[in-house]
């Protein structure tokens, strides 16, 4: 089965520019997350999905960062100013729910000038 | 809210050696789930290992395993004959019953000395 899928790898923007990430879950996969991981941290849970709504955006930044995941099936997440603090991985995870466990890809590492 | 802590920032042992990872965590319920994940140098979250906080018997995976004391609300990884592959992140996450969310460790590097 082929896994979560998420581009760019790498990306290098400066500051205020604005920058998108696309993933891509795994086939019959209901539920998609998107985490943040700092340098130094563990990931920390952006926003989840379930099928094309949202389930918890509690820590997302609204006013610079935005996700959407039209027709239930690939999402995109968006930052629009972005700033330095915003330098991180971002992973994009993705599960059948009912507490199946969730399936990372590989990550994009944003660097911001 | 629930809170995840590995206070070992880095560890490194002989290959072949057994090695002890440590997590706490802090939660006012009493169903749950605790992880084990591995990020290696890729950057992928792989699963190492699950426990329900309902069942006493302490998970194992062939070479990992996992000493889970809920009263004390600790959650160790052991890793038996050490492997230079099993070099990694290692991260302690906590989920509750009926909730997606998972919350995280800091991560503890591990580096298995040939």
């Known amino acids: 089965e082929a896994g979560v899928a998420q581009s760019p790898r790498y990306k290098i923007i400066e500051k205020r520019q604005s920058v998108a990430f696309w993933c891509n879950p795994i086939?019959?996969?209901?539920?998609l997350y998107w985490y943040q991981q700092i340098l130094g941290q563990g990931p920390k849970l952006l926003i989840q999905f379930q099928n094309n709504g949202v389930v918890d955006d509690s820590q997302l930044p609204k006013d610079r960062f935005s996700a959407e995941r039209l027709k239930g099936v690939d999402s995109t997440l968006k930052i629009q100013p972005a700033k330095l603090e915003d330098s991180a991985v971002y992973l994009c995870?993705?599960?059948?729910?009912?507490?199946?466990?969730?399936?990372f890809g590989d990550g994009t590492r944003l660097s911001i000038l | 809210a629930q809170t995840v802590t590995q206070s070992q920032p880095e560890m490194s042992v002989q290959e072949a050696e057994t090695v002890t990872l440590s997590c706490t965590y802090d939660t006012s319920e009493s169903n749950y789930y605790l992880f084990w994940y591995k990020q290696p140098p890729s950057r992928q979250m792989i699963l190492v290992i699950r426990q329900e906080a309902y069942k006493q018997q302490n998970a194992t995976e062939n070479r990992f395993s996992v000493n889970f004391q809920k009263a004390a609300k600790s959650f160790s990884l052991k890793i038996s004959d050490s492997q230079l592959g099993d070099t990694a992140m290692y991260f302690c996450?906590?989920?509750?019953?009926?909730?997606?969310?998972?919350?995280f460790g800091t991560g503890t590097r591990l580096t298995i000395i040939p």
């Open positions: 995870a993705s599960s059948s729910g009912g507490g199946q466990p969730q399936h």
């Open positions: 996450a906590f989920r509750y019953f009926g909730n997606e969310k998972l919350t």
């Open positions: 086939s019959g996969h209901a539920t």
